[in-house]
């Protein structure tokens, strides 16, 4: 698998994101300026994590605006690969690729912790590897991720299976722990309606070892492995 | 542009030399080592430069006790941070820094500024900060102001820590009367380099272009130095324009672009724009170098219009760098600054001259020898004299004190206290994950980090216990290292190197430099005797408002080295695991959190340190934790046996309880067994089948061993000669500990359940 991981001036989880690519998914990977005007020949743009622009006007607003994103457009247009991690699922929804609004937690904090994921479609190309109503470990850590749509969007979302992943408490955790920062609907991540792009607030690739605690975000790296492979 | 700054001699009178923070003696020697008066631009130079933040002239002669010297330091004290060798060609490079002053004054920028400065002091040795952790301190939380000052604290250091992306991993937080008015923020930071490519802060070469990089410069800032090295009083709000002003975002253009920079070979020297901004950084470099510099302020690039050479060479803003580029490589460097939207501009020249020399265009403002405003410095030997009350303060008769209440009662209490409950409400809010590194979060006794690419882990802590050293200032700071390291120990990480910061009150005060001078005979005597090297550090005096001063906080950082699979953490893991406690546990309450939460008595003396039986412990628990025995490792401190227990019991998701049995043959008291402090001993849990094994090579070491208990069931019991002392549910204990801090926060005090 080919990956180009977008590196935007005050992007922090880049470097986080090629190491995992391309160590332990054994991808080969290559960091891309937001300047390019053009994308090397990929599979998978990831959007790493991060405070681009360091979050002035809105969450993700400046790095929209980025050269780079016309590319990404045109290759998710093309049915390319393309995952935003938190601030690129920020970026993401800015750039109009993926619809909704990501708002201030409803704590008004920063939150940091690992908190309990369930996966609710398997049927797109980044969780064909887990199984349907699996409660994952991923960790969170922002400030501005509780997900908003208005009541039509989240209708469609619904109706075309497009909530991939919601916050569920952990195992054995109180159920008023399950939603960590007030989105609506408990919405963790969401697709677009080709299902090639997928944005989420969690941080698969800070839980995709067990020396760092747990690897229940690595099958989400490798189920896009798998979807370049045929099927 | 005014010209009235570089108009000497009339305008200096008494007032405005006092204004300066310069005594009527400094300013003698500074008329003297000039030759002549000094102009206002000069006034101000010297003032930062010989103030007590930047000169540390009180406390230069003490610091020399300290070890700074070992096999494995690439780099001591004198630079901007000191470097460690961990072997894999690579340096850790770590330094412990203060901002308590401007974090009084306006607490969100103070502490955002001081984790900035901080990054600033690591990556321009040419490090990649991988870590961040803070000791904080502060009043009480019953008062609004102190919950105000804590909760802006925590949000600064989390606002730009986050921004930047180094990660928060841990550090601690404390609350007593004393820091009401003197909230301590202490931020460490740790960075890797590879090991012969460090860079330092030299300006060298004569003819050589100095170039500022960074971001512009405005007024904020402006004698942010002398505000640090003078006591608070009424007017001290109004001080609010000496706070900097930090932008995390430009500080981590700035960072990535320091870093690429470093992978050429486009510059001589460069260092931080810090306390006292361009003037510091500018004569600490030519100092260092030997030689001179010129600088012309016109061409520094400001955000504002209208500045005067005074305030560009006093401006504190922040994210700003000097450096001294190779020849021909200035067009390079700003190409690569540019990149990063930075400005990037050359504002000087290094000369022969020894001098310091600030034109304004074709205007001279300033001209002074390097050597007066740095090793000309005043070096005072403060006299020194211990407080009167000390003696009185130190008796304690353990039989005229009460037996009161039951020791569950009194564990409960303790757990609860926000200095020792969970600090989760403060960490949940710093990203402690970001850099894929951080293999023990926050909530063990070290944070540990990988070093990706090795099999080595790097271990962190942060540590100090102000009231011990008030109650002896010697044994205190002997302490102060020991846990620290110990801290580190409990990892599996061997110590390699600390950092030390140290806040105190008024050193004009002789009690105040005795306790100073003391906590660092005490710290050198630990460093020798535990073989670890103080690299790097900073002073910070004059934290006294109205005359009332803070105890003495030496703060230790101490970084060690472990293999990555031998990581230790703190908390019990499964049932059926046998609980061995590692050392003596002596009859002391002196300066306890129990003696001074249940008794409301700061006295005694603090527990005992013997430096050899420390030292042994570090190399039995080592030795264990290498050997793959231990399941977890957690040392006793504030609280004591008790509370370390009930740590182990609640401190990870899964709750695990233990019985607990403890011989008393020489008949103690109950309340010292589980509550005293007493020094050089960790709580371990093994597999009951490696007992034997963990028992024999502590004899070997010569560490005092024995068995308490087994893990297990949902209670922590604890008996003394067959009588249960304590039987508490550990759902009790873990409501009682995580609570803790966040009902304190909602104005009420938290009372046990």
């Not at chain 1, 605006?65 to 699922?89: E, K, Q, T, W, Y």
């Not at chain 1, 699996?134 to 969170?140: A, E, N």
């Not at chain 2, 991988?130 to 019953?142: K, V």
């Not at chain 2, 303060?393 to 569950?408: F, H, N, R, W, Y």
Request: glycine share 10%.
């Amino acid at each position: 698998m080919k990956v180009a991981v977008v590196v935007f001036p005050g992007s922090n989880c880049d470097r986080d994101c090629q190491d995992v690519a391309r160590d332990v998914v054994g991808a080969s990977v290559q960091p891309v300026w937001h300047r390019a005007a053009v994308l090397p020949s990929v599979d998978l743009v990831i959007l790493p994590g991060g405070f681009s622009y360091g979050d002035y006007l809105r969450t993700g607003a400046l790095a929209a605006c980025s050269p780079i994103m016309d590319a990404v457009r045109a290759h998710a247009a093309r049915g390319g690969l393309v995952l935003g991690i938190c601030n690129g699922f920020q970026i993401l929804i800015e750039s109009g690729l993926l619809p909704g609004a990501l708002l201030r937690n409803a704590s008004l904090r920063f939150i940091c912790r690992t908190v309990g994921v369930r996966v609710e479609r398997t049927d797109t190309p980044f969780t064909t590897r887990y199984t349907p109503g699996q409660v994952l470990r991923l960790p969170i850590a922002h400030a501005d991720g509780s997900y908003w749509a208005d009541s039509p969007t989240l209708q469609r979302l619904r109706d075309e299976g497009r909530i991939v992943f919601r916050y569920a408490a952990l195992p054995g955790r109180p159920a008023a722990e399950a939603n960590p920062n007030g989105s609506v609907d408990a919405i963790a991540g969401i697709c677009n309606e080709g299902r090639n792009v997928l944005g989420l607030m969690p941080h698969p690739e800070r839980a995709s070892e067990d020396q760092l605690g747990g690897r229940d975000g690595l099958a989400l790296f490798e189920s896009a492995v798998d979807s370049l492979c045929g099927a | 542009m005014t010209r009235q700054d570089s108009e000497p001699q009339d305008d200096i009178d008494p007032r405005v030399v006092s204004r300066h923070g310069l005594t009527e003696d400094e300013y003698a020697a500074l008329r003297s080592g000039l030759g002549r008066t000094p102009t206002l631009v000069e006034l101000g130079i010297a003032s930062v430069m010989w103030s007590e933040h930047c000169s540390y002239k009180s406390s230069r002669i003490h610091l020399k006790k300290l070890p700074t010297t070992g096999a494995a330091v690439l780099q001591g004290p004198g630079e901007n941070a000191g470097a460690v060798d961990i072997g894999d060609g690579l340096a850790a490079v770590f330094k412990i820094e203060s901002h308590n002053h401007p974090s009084f004054i306006e607490p969100y920028q103070g502490a955002a500024t001081g984790v900035g400065g901080i990054l600033r002091d690591i990556f321009t040795m040419g490090a990649r900060p991988i870590a961040l952790l803070d000791s904080l301190r502060f009043g009480p939380l019953d008062d609004v102001k102190n919950r105000y000052l804590f909760e802006r604290v925590v949000a600064g250091i989390s606002g730009y820590g986050n921004c930047i992306g180094v990660p928060t991993v841990g550090g601690e937080v404390a609350f007593h009367e004393l820091y009401a008015s003197n909230p301590l923020v202490n931020v460490f930071c740790l960075g890797l380099a590879p090991k012969d490519r460090l860079f330092r802060a030299k300006a060298s070469g004569v003819g050589n272009s100095v170039m500022y990089v960074g971001a512009k410069t405005g007024r904020d800032g402006i004698h942010g130095a002398t505000m640090a090295s003078e006591e608070f009083n009424e007017g001290s709000a109004a001080k609010r324009p000496m706070v900097q002003v930090g932008d995390p975002f430009t500080e981590k253009l700035l960072l990535e672009a320091c870093l690429e920079l470093m992978a050429h070979d486009f510059i001589v020297g460069i260092q931080d724009m810090g306390a006292a901004g361009l003037t510091s950084s500018s004569c600490e470099m030519a100092g260092r170098g030997g030689t001179g510099i010129e600088i012309d302020v016109s061409l520094v690039p400001t955000r504002e219009t209208g500045m005067t050479p005074y305030e560009i060479m006093l401006s504190e803003s922040q994210e700003r760098m000097l450096l001294v580029a190779k020849p021909g490589c200035e067009d390079a460097i700003k190409a690569l600054f540019a990149k990063w939207e930075l400005e990037a501009a050359v504002i000087g020249r290094v000369t022969d001259t020894g001098r310091l020399v600030v034109r304004d265009l074709d205007q001279v403002a300033a001209e002074m020898p390097i050597h007066v405003l740095t090793e000309g410095a005043p070096k005072y030997e403060r006299p020194l004299a211990p407080p009167p009350f000390l003696e009185m303060l130190q008796g304690l008769a353990l039989e005229g004190l009460p037996v009161v209440g039951s020791p569950g009662q009194h564990l409960l209490t303790l757990l609860a206290l926000p200095t020792i409950a969970s600090k989760a409400w403060v960490f949940d809010q710093y990203d402690h994950m970001v850099g894929t590194n951080t293999v023990v979060l926050p909530g063990s006794d070290a944070a540990v980090l990988r070093v990706k690419g090795t099999s080595t882990a790097l271990a962190v802590s942060v540590d100090g216990n102000s009231r011990y050293c008030m109650l002896n200032p010697y044994v205190g700071g002997m302490i102060a290292v020991a846990e620290a390291c110990r801290n580190v120990v409990c990892s599996g990480a061997r110590p390699i190197g600390a950092t030390d910061c140290l806040n105190f009150g008024n050193p004009e005060r002789p009690e105040v430099m005795w306790q100073f001078a003391m906590v660092i005979e005490g710290m050198a005597d630990a460093c020798r005797a535990l073989g670890v090297p103080v690299v790097s550090g900073n002073v910070s005096f004059y934290n006294e408002t109205r005359g009332l001063g803070v105890y003495p906080t030496p703060i230790v950082g101490v970084v060690g080295k472990a293999a990555i699979d031998h990581v230790t953490t703190q908390w019990f893991k499964a049932d059926g695991d046998a609980v061995v406690l590692l050392g003596e546990t002596k009859e002391e309450l002196g300066g306890t959190e129990y003696l001074a939460s249940v008794h409301h008595r700061e006295q005694g003396l603090p527990p005992e340190l013997d430096l050899d039986a420390e030292k042994k412990l570090y190399e039995c628990c080592l030795e264990l934790a290498a050997a793959g025995l231990l399941q977890s490792a957690h040392d006793c401190s504030d609280g004591g046996l008790a509370v370390a227990l009930a740590e182990c019991c609640v401190s990870s998701e899964a709750w695990v309880g233990a019985e607990i049995e403890i011989a008393n043959p020489r008949g103690f008291r109950e309340d010292a067994l589980l509550f005293g402090e007493s020094q050089s001993r960790i709580v371990v849990s093994v597999g009951a089948d490696r007992v034997a094994r963990v028992i024999e090579i502590a004899a070997r070491w010569g560490v005092p061993v024995a068995r308490v208990g087994w893990t297990g069931g949902d209670r922590l019991q604890i008996v003394i000669e067959g009588r249960v002392v304590v039987d508490v549910a550990v759902a009790d204990a873990a409501k009682a500990w995580s609570e803790g801090l966040p009902t304190s926060l909602k104005g009420s005090t938290c009372a046990p359940t």
